[in-house]
């Protein structure tokens, strides 16, 4: 019994004790150093941004704008349907309030009224004047007759007589010809009072019918189908209630949602990427688990800054490939502009390349050289190396305990052209030393 005791004791010392050798050892002898692979394929330099849908085509829908022409302002949207129902054409739309054009149209038919009266009053006028003037020709021709019958009749009386006769036929005959002339000037003066009063009643039975006209286009439809978008005055959408001026009478859109596009903002340091014709891989915040492809169109030349946003970000446009019944604007989208892509290239982890004398980029090798690399393209988590490794090497992606003091293993020809730098860099501080060498020297006084 007492040996088992024994045996248990000293297998529990040395079982401690190797323990305690084993994870001394390795805490004393491991250190916390990461490693990357340097891996080879397609290397994409991406700039990611959020952005808002839009259709790429849309309709505008209008309100009465021949209202201001009867010195109408503004009008108020009386009913409209819900923002996002989806119409064909000839829908109901939304309907204004005809309350301020009722009130003109009234006005103008009493003005209608009034001129039919005045029309008809110098119509029976003109027909009266007329025809006093007609009887006075026809009664002045009788005159004439009677006293050309007298003349005849006095051929026998005393020259005299004769004559006085003569005067009678001629006094006669002169009212005859001034009877007429006032006829016909009083026929121009007629005509045209019944010019002016007509045409004075067809401009106002003209308003009268535009006005009934116009009052039709206050009950707004659809002109092609679509889906109601609403247009966005001062910061606030219209709504019931809202005021619309008859010089931009814009209620509503309805866009085309068979062509959709991105409407995205790049910040200004990565806008010198961005070029039209870039491929564009969108998702949708609405469904996360579909995936969509895209095209830069449009980029804007001039930045701009956004609200409660101190950089400044320039305006990027860009069209959906993919046709999607349930695409909607104003979604929220993300777009993965690829700016570049590279294939077969070896690439490493930004964190594994280092800068020594801000102009020698090296790495740290698992094999222990500190290896100087020519970099290439950069994206948020790797960049590119042109030369100093090959595919399968490991770096290190911090800096190793024995890389401190270690020398860097330049590339040749990297070294070569530094040198070349270094030299035509000298030769003008060498050329200036032996000028100022063959400057004339003082004379020295005896």
Known sequence: MKKNLIYVALGSVIVIGALYFFFASGSAGVENNILANVNKGQFRVEITTSGELEALRSVQVFGPAEARRFRIGNFTIDKMV????VVKKGDFICSIDKTELFGRLEDRRLDLEQTKAQFEQIQLDTSLNLRV???????????????????????????????????????????????????????????????????????????????????????????????????DYRGSKVKEGSQISTWNPVVATLPD???????????????????????????????????????????????QQRPNSDAKVFEVIIEVNESDPMLRPSMTSSNTIIADQLNEVLYVPLEAVNVENDSINYVYLRNGVKQEVLLGLTNANDVVIEKGLNEGDYVYLNTPDWGENLAVNLLEELNGKRNLDEQEEEE??????????RAVPKRSTP
């Open 82 to 85: 819900d923002e996002g129902t």
């Open 133 to 231: 003037e007609r009887d006075n020709i026809l009664n002045q021709e009788y005159i004439v007759q009677e006293q050309e019958l007298i003349l005849e009749q006095s051929q026998f009386e005393p020259p005299a007589i004769i004559k006085q006769n003569e005067y009678n036929v001629e006094k006669a005959k002169r009212e005859l010809d001034q009877a007429r002339e006032r006829y016909r000037i009083k026929t121009l003066q007629e005509r045209a009072r019944m010019m002016e009063i007509a045409a004075k009643l067809r401009e106002d039975q003209l308003e009268v019918d535009q006005m009934v006209e116009v009052l039709d286009k206050f009950v707004v439809t659809a002109p092609q189908e679509g889906m109601v978008i609403y247009v």
């Open 257 to 303: 949602l068979t062509t959709m596009q991105s409407i995205t903002y790049v910040n200004e340091v990565d806008i010198r990427r961005v070029k039209v014709g870039q491929k564009v891989e969108l998702g949708m915040d609405a469904f996360p688990d579909k995936k969509y492809t895209g095209e830069v169109t449009k980029v804007a030349n001039v930045g």
């Open 428 to 437: 003008p501080i060498a050329e200036a030393s032996l000028s100022s060498s």
